[in-house]
Each structure stands twice: as structure tokens, then as C-alpha cells.
């Protein structure tokens, strides 16, 4: 998407993820299917950093999403 507002989006399978933030704007969760859950966030801004934050309070800042991440997607 090339103008505002932004969506950023991905898939996660773990469970230990609580909360996603990216650019500052929490994201939606949904769950999908036993512990896969897909995720989204609308923005005003271009390019953010997207965050993991874990049950015990611990944050995560995702570089880039890779195979490591999606490998329980597979069927």
C-alpha cells in the first residue's frame, strides 16, 4: 500500500505473543486455527517498527518476518 493510511499484517503461531504494536497502534489478533493467529494494524505512518510483546512483559522487536516464523503454517 502506497498511501495512508498503512497496513501491516503477518501470521503468528505462538502463543506466548500477547500483544502486537506497530508504529505505536496496537494490532487486531485473530485467531485462525488451534495456535495460529493472524494480525493486523492500520497507520499513518510508512514504515514502522513492529513489536512483539510476550505474557511476561518482555518485548520483541521484529526485524523481518521469516520461514523460522511461519513454519507451523504449513499443512
Known amino acids: 500500500m502506497h498511501e495512508i493510511p498503512y497496513i501491516y499484517?503477518?501470521?503468528i503461531s505462538d502463543n506466548d505473543i500477547k500483544e502486537i504494536?506497530?508504529?505505536g497502534e496496537k494490532a487486531k489478533i485473530?485467531?485462525?486455527?488451534?495456535?495460529k493467529r493472524f494480525w493486523?494494524?492500520?497507520?499513518?505512518?510508512k514504515e514502522v517498527q513492529v513489536k512483539f510483546?510476550?505474557?511476561?512483559g518482555t518485548e520483541e522487536i521484529v526485524e523481518?518476518?521469516?520461514a523460522e516464523m511461519l513454519k507451523d503454517w504449513k499443512k
Open 9 to 11: 499484517s503477518g501470521a
Open 40 to 45: 493486523y494494524a492500520i497507520s499513518p505512518a
Open 53 to 56: 510483546v510476550r505474557k511476561d
Open 64 to 66: 523481518s518476518m521469516d
Open 30 to 35: 485473530i485467531d485462525v486455527e488451534g495456535n
Open 21 to 23: 504494536n506497530a508504529g
